[in-house]
Nanobody
Framework: QVQLVESGGGLVQAGGSLRLSCAAS????????MGWFRQAPGKEREFIAA????????NYADAVKGRFTISRDNAKDTVYLQMNSLKPDDTAIYYC?????????????????WGQGTQVTVSS
């Protein structure tokens, strides 16, 4: 089992920045890919970014490319999402998840464990 706990969400004005964290515990040695997803009210969950175990490979959704950066600190079992130039459209609940299989995926159903989510609200 893997437990994931997100933090760092909040209210920010458009153009501002936030850094989300996702702390993992449990059988963390099994973790491979870590991903971030988000879900806005009335919308489907969407892929945001993912990072390989080594941190050497990353993938981003077009909507956030150039504004968001995913990183990880394996010594702390934590993955981060630095979000810059935030827009009102970025308002959503952000979830981190872990995919126990190697290879980056943008498909939510490929991820086995999920956190409870953290709310990000961007005001105009």
């Amino acid at each position: 089992q893997v437990q994931l706990v997100e933090s760092g969400g909040g209210l920010v004005q458009a153009g501002g920045s936030l850094r989300l964290s996702c702390a993992a515990s449990g059988r963390t040695f099994m973790m491979y890919v870590m991903g971030w997803f988000r879900q806005a009210p009335g919308k489907e969950r969407e892929f945001i970014a993912a990072i390989s175990w080594s941190g050497g490979n990353t993938n981003y959704a077009d909507a956030v490319k150039g504004r968001f950066t995913i990183s990880r600190d394996n010594a702390k079992d934590t993955v981060y999402l630095q979000m810059n130039s935030l827009k009102p459209d970025d308002t959503a609940i952000y979830y981190c998840a872990t995919d126990l299989q190697p290879g980056i995926s943008w498909i939510g159903s490929d991820y086995e464990y999920w956190g409870q989510g953290t709310q990000v609200t961007v005001s105009s």
